[in-house]
């Protein structure tokens, strides 16, 4: 049985949203759910972590691809891997939804923060959120912080994964056959992704091969 949304009102009576956006299939069903409740948004893309360049480039135009589809405003932001890479220093072996991920958090979080500032956005919150394979409380820590830098700044921590949103993001992932990624997105997570395969017995990543598919 589908769920339906509720209405999604944003806090503070606020009249736009600056979204962070991971990815297309994350960012999928968080964008079809702001436009079903018509509020004002725009995309802020700024994924420095993403590795290889060549992952970062599919996972960037497959968002493109979706928000142009709907006609929603993008901002492509730096792909400054150099200063993520320097962060990540001293926490190369570090466990997914550990300190090498409150950081990356953090980085991503602070650059949109202050773009938000800078185009008086008075709302930001992310797609990140919504993939189960995340650590929610983690991810709206992080949010908070970075919004409060500013007075008026407020980071949205809606849980997107309720009311049927975890099932939806995957329903609208297959339909728009967006491209399957198969690891959180940095090298070190590539890395461990790998060994995991390699321990089990499966093949490693093939990165730029795997889409959704729309009968599956
Ligand atoms: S595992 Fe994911 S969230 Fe954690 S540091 Fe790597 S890319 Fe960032």
């Known amino acids: 049985m ?3 949304r509720e209405t999604l009102v944003l806090p503070n009576e606020a009249d736009k949203l600056l979204l962070h956006s991971c990815c297309a299939p994350c960012s999928g069903e968080v964008m079809e759910a702001l436009i079903a409740s018509d509020i004002d948004f725009t995309i802020y893309f700024y994924n420095p972590n993403i590795h290889p360049k060549k992952e970062y480039d599919i996972r960037k135009d497959e968002n493109i691809r979706f928000a142009e589809k709907h006609e929603i405003p993008f901002v492509d932001a730096d792909y400054d891997k150099d200063e993520w890479f320097s962060r990540a220093k001293g926490m190369e072996m ?3 939804r550990g300190i090498r991920c409150t950081m990356c958090f953090d980085m991503r979080f602070e650059r949109t923060a202050l773009y938000a500032h800078e185009h008086e956005f008075p709302i930001i919150s992310s797609s990140l959120g919504i993939s189960r394979w995340k650590n929610m409380d ?11 830098h500013y007075p008026d700044m407020t980071y949205w921590t809606y849980n997107w994964r309720k009311m049927g949103g975890s099932t939806r993001m995957i329903e609208i992932s297959k339909r728009e056959e967006f491209y399957q ?6 090298a070190y997570s590539l890395r461990d992704t790998n060994d995991w395969r ?19």
């Open 138 to 148: 983690q991810i709206n820590d992080c949010g908070e912080r970075a919004a409060s």
């Open 181 to 186: 990624q198969e690891y959180c997105g940095c």
């Open 2 to 4: 589908t769920v339906q």
């Open 198 to 216: 390699t321990q089990k017995g499966r093949e490693r990543i093939a990165i730029g091969e795997k889409y959704y598919q729309a009968d599956k």
């Open 94 to 96: 570090e466990p997914e």
